[in-house]
């Protein structure tokens, strides 16, 4: 079994930063991609930023310049360093493993539980 546990969220003044963690626990035979995704209240969850196999990245046009993604060299922990936080950035946030769990199979989405961070203005 494939387990994400995010941690690093918390409650932040605009302006402000935080540094989220995802420690991936269990088999993946293959990991294609990793990203961050948040859900607002009442809004739909949405991609934030990625980060592929061969490393490269990409972010949501609303965090770009802001929020940096990145993965250990073990692969078990995806980081998101967020900077210059708003108060548009107060969400759940999610991180997702996609990949596959055995030779020959196909490539799954892995997700976290969440955790929330509050941008206060």
């Known amino acids: 079994q494939v387990q994400l546990v995010e941690s690093g969220g918390g409650l932040v003044q605009a302006g402000g930063s935080l540094r989220l963690s995802c420690a991936a626990s269990?088999?993946?035979?293959?990991?294609?991609?990793m990203g961050w995704y948040r859900q607002a209240p009442g809004k739909q969850r949405e991609w934030v930023a990625a980060i592929t196999s061969g490393g490269s990245t990409n972010y949501a046009d609303s965090v770009k310049g802001r929020f940096t993604i990145s993965r250990d060299n073990s692969w078990n922990t995806l980081y998101l360093q967020m900077n210059s936080l708003k108060s548009e950035d107060t969400a759940v946030y999610y991180c997702?493993?996609?990949?596959?769990?055995?030779?020959?199979?196909?490539?799954?989405?892995?997700w976290g539980q969440g955790t929330q961070v509050t941008v206060s203005s």
């Open positions: 997702k493993f996609y990949g596959r769990t055995s030779y020959g199979g196909s490539n799954h989405d892995y």
């Open positions: 269990g088999s993946i035979f293959r990991i294609d991609g």
